[in-house]
């Protein structure tokens, strides 16, 4: 999931970071990068923006490596802080914030707006969201636990918490809200120890928008999507992506196909699909069944010149993932031979597996010489 989010972060934050508006969703916003790059090039304004983000970037990057005096103040807010200083005394031609005071948006519903919720259509969005939401909050938080070593997130609390912020959300008429792990990412980055971060952080926000937006109208938008664009580069695994596809392919692949999954859909349906594909893996993986089969000699007290016995031995888990593999292999029998199947060692045998095996009995031993012999299943 943290994969996927960081692709979203910097297909999209790539566009801000160039001036420009990126054009949809995570495919076309993939689409459109080579088209950007040669607008950008032909662009002074675009060339400056780019500028400005790219910088802003490239310090993120080098940050670390400064003195420790240095990097006691936050990258991101010393990046964010250099580039405005830059844009404001240059006067570069590039986009700022806009921000227009928190008191001048807050506009509460009519009545009128109340009785739409009376409609189905209303209700349905409202659940919709609420489903919707909840479930990408939950998975933020969880994926925000494995960042640190600190508290673990209460999942009750976490959604109350929701609840009643989307609830005065809708009372002063402002956008309806969940989790967003960049903001969370960007504390635990920052060197944040407590849940008063995420306090602390609203603070600020709350601060700058209603008494200081001429403060934040000052900041370039390229600079906050590199940051952005940094804060994505950092949520992909990159240098642990070959050991683990050395070590775990089928765990590589699900990474993979939940990140891809998360760019050309949404966090919600990308990450069910990749929790869809982890749950047939572990299927695949624990229905594991070996198959040994061997000849058995005739006894000496069996007829003269008998044919030797066909042992078959099945351990482990015999499931219908294995079905088609198992019928091939005793439909590859010699027919008319006398056969034992052994299922001493097999320790699950779901429906499917024993009803298919059962028919194959009864088949080899329609003739009435009983051919096959195999113990009921337990």
């Known amino acids: 999931m943290l994969a996927g989010i960081g692709l979203v972060l910097i297909a999209g934050q790539l566009y801000a970071l160039a001036g420009a508006k990126a054009p949809g969703r995570g495919p076309a916003n993939l689409a459109g990068l080579p088209g950007l790059a040669s607008d950008t090039a032909g662009d002074a304004t675009a060339l400056a923006a780019a500028a400005v983000g790219g910088s802003t970037v490239l310090l993120l990057v080098v940050w670390r490596r400064l003195p420790a005096r240095v990097r006691a103040v936050p990258a991101p807010l010393a990046a964010v802080a250099l580039a405005t200083a830059v844009t404001v005394l240059a006067d570069l031609p590039v986009g700022r914030i806009r921000v227009s005071g928190l008191l001048e948006v807050v506009r509460p519903?009519?009545?009128?707006?109340?009785?739409?919720?009376?409609?189905?259509?209303?209700?349905?969005?409202?659940?919709?969201?609420?489903?919707?939401?909840?479930?990408?909050?939950?998975?933020?938080?969880?994926?925000?636990?494995?960042?640190?070593?600190?508290?673990?997130?209460?999942?009750?609390?976490?959604?109350i918490a929701?609840?009643?912020?989307?609830?005065?959300?809708?009372?002063?008429?402002?956008?309806?809200?969940?989790?967003?792990?960049?903001?969370?990412?960007?504390?635990?980055?920052?060197?944040?120890?407590?849940?008063?971060?995420?306090?602390?952080?609203?603070?600020?926000?709350?601060?700058?928008?209603?008494?200081?937006?001429?403060?934040?109208?000052?900041?370039?938008?390229?600079?906050?999507?590199?940051?952005?664009?940094?804060?994505?580069?950092?949520?992909?695994?990159?240098?642990?992506?070959?050991?683990l596809w050395r070590s775990h392919r089928g765990e590589a692949l699900v990474l993979a196909a939940t990140a891809v999954a998360i760019l050309v859909t949404n966090l919600f349906e990308g990450v069910l699909a990749g929790l869809l594909l982890a749950v047939l893996k572990s299927a695949w993986d624990t229905s594991h069944l070996h198959t040994e089969v061997t000849e058995v000699p005739a006894t000496d007290n069996g007829p003269a010149g008998a044919?030797?016995?066909?042992?078959?031995?099945?351990?482990?888990?015999?499931?219908f993932l294995r079905l088609p593999r198992l019928l091939e292999t005793l439909e590859s029998l010699p027919a008319?031979?006398?056969?034992?199947?052994?299922?001493?060692?097999?320790?699950?045998?779901?429906?499917?597996?024993?009803?298919?095996l059962q028919d194959w009995v009864e088949r080899h031993n329609a003739d009435g010489r009983r051919t096959v012999r195999m113990p009921a299943p337990v």
């Open 336 to 356: 008319g031979r006398p056969i034992e199947v052994d299922l001493a060692g097999v320790r699950h045998l779901d429906h499917a597996c024993r009803s298919a």
């Open 162 to 243: 929701q609840g009643a912020g989307n609830a005065v959300c809708g009372l002063l008429g402002a956008l309806p809200m969940t989790a967003v792990i960049v903001r969370s990412a960007a504390n635990v980055q920052a060197g944040a120890r407590t849940k008063a971060s995420r306090v602390l952080h609203g603070g600020w926000l709350l601060l700058f928008t209603a008494f200081l937006p001429q403060v934040l109208g000052a900041i370039p938008v390229a600079a906050l999507a590199g940051v952005l664009v940094h804060a994505g580069a950092k949520l992909i695994p990159l240098k642990s992506l070959l050991p």
């Open 307 to 319: 044919a030797p016995t066909i042992l078959v031995r099945l351990s482990g888990n015999a499931t």
């Open 109 to 159: 519903p009519g009545t009128g707006q109340f009785a739409d919720l009376a409609g189905a259509a209303a209700l349905g969005t409202v659940l919709a969201f609420a489903l919707i939401a909840s479930a990408e909050s939950l998975f933020s938080a969880a994926a925000v636990d494995r960042l640190h070593d600190g508290p673990r997130t209460d999942f009750d609390r976490e959604l």
